[in-house]
């Protein structure tokens, strides 16, 4: 079984985004970021979702059951309920890309309790130089 937890983190609304993403895999760990682009903080949680699950599909681990987790209350609602209204794109590609595995577990969570990833896409955020920087 994997264990996904993702989140995303952005600075302004939109601005740039980015994403913090945690496997834990055979008592393994594995902690990877990556830079979204410019996008609203609802893009840039299913642009984080979507990424880690490219990830996974690209390292060969369909065959594997993934508990995913996100502290994002529309982007684990849109998945169980299988609709959004306003990010149907994003929900599609995401639905696509979880029925490549076996099963995958969606399941929200409180921020706390989603840290890891949290903190990872903090730190890669704080990495983008601010406008005003040199």
Excluded: C
Excluded at 93 to 101: D, G, H, I, V
């Amino acid at each position: 079984m994997i264990h996904l937890n993702t989140d995303a983190a952005v600075r302004g609304n939109p601005g740039p985004a980015t994403a913090g993403i945690l496997i834990v895999q055979d008592h393994q760990q594995l902690q990877l970021t990556a830079n979204l682009g410019q996008l609203n903080n609802h893009e840039a949680e299913f642009a984080a979702a979507i990424w880690a699950f490219e990830y996974l599909s690209q390292t060969n681990q369909t065959h594997e059951i993934v508990a995913f987790q996100s502290d994002s209350r529309i982007l684990i609602d849109s998945l169980n309920k299988r609709y959004s209204k306003s990010y149907s794109t994003y929900l599609a590609q995401l639905l696509a890309l979880q029925a490549k595995f076996d099963l995958v577990l969606n399941q929200w969570v409180a921020e706390s309790q989603n840290s890891g990833a949290h903190h990872l896409a903090i730190q890669a955020l704080q990495k983008i130089k601010k406008p005003d920087s040199q």
